[in-house]
């Protein structure tokens, strides 16, 4: 299972740390992505981390502004967001596959968190 916490209401150019946790020493083995989903707009991959080696994958709409992060000693995964913008509100989800590559698609992903909302208002 995934529980995903740290989100709330920020200021723009503010930062949040989103953490990913997950039940089990699990996380060697499986890549992880966030995602995020606004009002009225599709679910949105923006980046993961590869279970085995740990390669990450970024969205353009993020790359430069986040990090993805894995702690398996504390089952978690992090994704450092900063220099917040306007439209970076949104739900945010962490979810988990076995592929041992990972992927900002959707359709890969079989475990998903419930989200944390991230509001980025002035």
């Known amino acids: 299972q995934l529980a995903e916490s740290g989100g709330g209401l920020v200021h723009p150019g503010g930062s949040l740390r989103l953490s990913c946790a997950a039940s089990g020493s699990i996380l060697d083995y499986l890549s992880i992505g966030w995602f995020r989903q606004a009002p009225g707009k599709e679910r949105e991959g923006i980046p993961c981390?590869?279970?085995?080696?740990?390669?990450?994958s970024y969205a353009d709409s993020v790359k430069d502004r986040f990090t993805i992060s894995k702690d398996s000693a504390d089952k978690r995964v992090y994704l450092l967001t900063n220099s917040l913008k306007f439209e970076d509100t949104a739900a945010y989800y962490c979810?988990?596959?076995?592929?041992?590559?990972?992927?900002?698609?959707?359709?890969?992903?079989?475990?998903w968190g419930q989200g944390t909302q991230v509001t980025v208002s002035s």
């Open positions: 979810a988990a596959t076995w592929s041992r590559f990972c992927s900002l698609s959707t359709g890969q992903y079989s475990y």
């Open positions: 981390i590869s279970g085995n080696e740990g390669r990450t």
